[in-house]
Nanobody
């Protein structure tokens, strides 16, 4: 059975860095394109960052570009989202998702329907 699990969320002050982790059982994350999404109360789930499976290209939403970084550690079967200089508007539940290995475009990785497996999310709260 496939399970994707996020961790590392919590309460931080604006500007305090945070790293989210994505782990999986039943699948190797290195064989998938991975996306991070977030959902704030009353808002739709939105794309944050993605890393393609085949080329390791990375893509970011404009709102986090230059502050967040997505990376892989294939040896540990993990994907990370480094959140630097977080702002109160980054407060949301953050989700990790795994999609087809061959996906390698921004328009694919930003789309929720591209992904087959989703985690349950981890809450990130950024105080001002």
């Amino acid at each position: 059975q496939v399970q994707v699990t996020e961790s590392g969320g919590g309460l931080v002050q604006a500007g305090e860095s945070l790293r989210l982790s994505c782990a999986a059982s039943g699948l190797r994350l290195s064989s998938y394109s991975i996306g991070w999404f977030r959902q704030a109360p009353g808002k739709e789930r939105e794309f944050v960052a993605g890393i393609s499976g085949s080329q390791w290209n990375t893509y970011y939403a404009d709102s986090v570009k230059g502050r967040f970084a997505i990376s892989r550690d294939n040896a540990k079967n993990m994907v990370y989202l480094q959140m630097n200089s977080p702002k109160p508007e980054d407060t949301a539940v953050y989700y990790c998702a795994a999609g087809p290995y061959g996906g390698d475009s921004y328009y694919q990785l930003r789309s929720r329907v591209f992904y087959n497996y989703w985690g349950q999310g981890t809450q990130v709260t950024v105080s001002s």
